[in-house]
Each structure stands twice: as C-alpha cells, then as structure tokens.
C-alpha cells in the first residue's frame, strides 16, 4: 500500500491521492464490513462464556497491579517508537541523503518480517506463553532504531525495516494474548481498552514531541539512537517482567486445571 500511495500520489498529487483512497473506504471498504458482520457470529458475542476458571480481573485491579506497569514500557515501544520513525520519514531520508522511493519501496521488507514474526510468534505462544516473546520483540526494535541511528548506506532502511517488521509481527500476537493469559477473559474487554487508551495517547505525543525537540536544534538520529538505547533497557526489564508473568500463569494453570478459584 505505500508503494502503491508513493505512485498514486505521483499521478494525482498527495491531495488526490487521500481522495481516491477515502473513496475507495466509502465505495469498497464500508460495504464490505456490512456485508460480513451482517450475519451474527457463532457462537454469538452474548453467550455466556466459558472456562472462566481463576481469578478473573476487573480493570482497577489490573491498573493497580505493579505488573501490569511493568509490561507497559515494553509493549508500548514498537508502535511508539515506530510511529515516530515513519512520521519524520521525509526528514530522516533527507538529511541521510536517500531518497523517499527507498524507503517507502522497502515496506515489503517490512511486511515479509512482520508476517513471518505474527506466524512464530503464534507457534510460540501455544507452546510457552506470550510474555517470552517480549524482551526478543524489544531487542528487534533496538536493532533496527541503532542501525539507521548510526549506519548511513541505505541498506540500513532494509535492517530497520525488518527489525520493526519482526518487531510488529511479535506485538501485534503478544499483545492479543498476555491480557487473558494474566487476568482472565470476563473483563477482558475493559483491560484491553485502558492499555489501547496509553498506546493511542503516546503514539499522538511521540510525532509532536520529537518535532518540537527537532525545532529546538536535536538531532534526529540522535533521538532515534535514544530510542534505540530505551529499547535496550526494555528488554533488559522483559526478562524480569518474563518470570514474573511465567509464575502468574502457571498459577492461573494450576487453578484451571484443580478448579479452585481465589
């Protein structure tokens, strides 16, 4: 899809080509999700639902729980730090010298690692559990941010592109799985929506605030190798927060497997 927005917006001007693609949302998208939603799902979303065994967390208890403020630093990096890379892209590729169709024509790379990451991860998760996934999913973003903080050639956009692929690939799995694996599944929804509220707040500020540093006279590869080096201590925290959450959830198995509740 960038690659294909990089020639649309060579053809129709970036102005057209947000036009085309909102038209291509309200003629092709929004038909299509009526079209599959339209038939209830089985089993429907109201059921009751099932195998609720142990504690099943409401989302105060979870925000007063000192691990779950744990995880927070490290699963907010890649979409933090990822957004903010991709919003100054323009700005990155030119003062390395590279041109925009490299690095949006690299994007592929992106989705390849991304994919083949979303796949492990899945395999992975079944056969351990989600919170071992993190301090790896930290040290792909702290790869691939030093790599174009320090390495000017342009084949570091490919380092960074599949370092944040994997990345992605890893969160977007682990993100969906550590909550219930931790809290249980009755209030999973409203655990869900706290932690997706801070992803979204500081996902807004990492463009503004990394904008207004580049004003005051920071470099840009120097905040991006920071935020390499924060990767660095998250994962370094992931593998504290691994055992923590490793002795949670198999408590969480013990009580399923017994059925006593607490």
Same mark, same amino acid.
């Given at each position: ?9 060579? $053809? ?12 291509? $949302? ?5 038909? &299509?999700?009526?079209?599959? +939603?339209?038939?209830?799902? !089985? ?8 195998? +609720?065994?142990?504690? *099943?967390?409401?989302?105060?208890? &979870? ?25 100054? *892209? /323009? ?10 169709? *490299? $690095? ?8 390849? $690692? ?33 790599? /174009? ?9 490919? /380092? ?10 890893? @969160? %977007? ?9 931790? @809290? ?13 509220? +801070? +992803?979204?707040?500081? =996902?807004?500020?990492?463009?503004? /605030? %990394? ?10 590869? %120097? ?10 201590? =998250? ?11 490793? *002795?949670?959830?198999?408590?969480? !198995? ?9």
């Amino acid at each position: 899809m960038p690659v294909s927005f990089v020639a649309l917006a060579a $053809f129709a001007g970036w102005r057209g080509g947000w036009l085309i693609n909102a038209g291509v $949302f309200l003629l092709a998208v929004l038909p &299509a999700v009526w079209l599959l +939603m339209r038939v209830p799902r !089985e089993p429907h979303a109201s059921e009751p639902k099932k195998d +609720m065994e142990g504690r *099943q967390w409401r989302r105060g208890e &979870a925000l007063r729980d000192p691990l779950f403020w744990l995880l927070v630093p490290g699963l907010l990096a890649p979409p933090v730090i990822g957004t903010t890379v991709f919003f100054h *892209q /323009v700005y990155l590729t030119e003062i390395r010298g590279w041109a925009l169709g *490299q $690095f949006a024509g690299s994007t592929p790379v992106l989705s390849v $690692f991304a994919i083949a990451a979303t796949l492990a991860a899945g395999l992975l998760i079944d056969r351990f559990h989600s919170a071992a996934l993190l301090p790896v999913m930290s040290l792909c973003v702290a790869i691939a941010n030093l790599t /174009v903080a320090f390495v000017t050639p342009p084949w570091a956009i490919l /380092v960074y592109m599949a370092g944040m692929g994997a990345a992605f690939g890893l @969160y %977007s799995t682990a993100f969906g799985a550590i909550w219930p694996e931790l @809290y249980g599944t009755k209030h999973l929804g409203s655990i869900k929506s706290a932690v997706t509220a +801070m +992803m979204v707040l500081c =996902t807004a500020l990492g463009p503004g /605030v %990394s904008g207004w540093l580049i004003d005051a006279g920071i470099g840009f590869p %120097s905040m991006v190798a920071a935020m390499g080096y924060y990767a660095i201590a =998250t994962a370094a925290l992931m593998i504290v927060v691994e055992r923590l959450a490793r *002795q949670r959830i198999g408590t969480r !198995e013990v009580v399923q497997e017994t059925g006593i509740t607490h």
